[in-house]
């Protein structure tokens, strides 16, 4: 399956992590790629209404939301996780791209 960006702003977000959570998600990708919808936890886990949380654990804790869409895995938006919960505005930012999907 492959495993695309929505925007640059995901790419960018990827891209200015530090080199060992860098390769840590880049290895996540590749789990993605390879197993795509059967992927599970710990790696990767359903958040709701298409959404899907890609887990990266070590010195920072990323996720990384994404979707299916076109036989594809879509990386919609990331963030460094500081709190238990998820927080609502990051959350939020996923949904608002994945509605924009709909509209396509």
């Given at each position: 399956?492959?495993?695309r960006f929505f925007d640059e702003?995901?790419?960018q977000f990827v891209n200015d992590l530090?080199?060992?959570t860098s390769?840590?998600?880049f290895r996540m990708f590749e789990l993605l790629e390879r197993f795509g919808h059967t992927l599970g936890m710990p790696h990767s886990r359903h958040i709701?209404?298409?959404l899907c949380e890609l887990r990266v654990r070590g010195?920072?804790?990323v996720r990384i939301f994404y979707t299916f869409y076109n036989n594809?895995?879509?990386l919609l938006h990331g963030f460094i996780k500081k709190t238990p919960r998820i927080p609502d505005?990051?959350?939020e930012s996923a949904r608002r791209k994945l509605s924009t999907l709909d509209r396509i």
């Open positions: 399956m492959e495993v702003k995901v790419k530090e080199m060992p390769a840590k998600v709701g209404g298409g010195i920072h804790e594809m895995a879509l505005k990051e959350l």
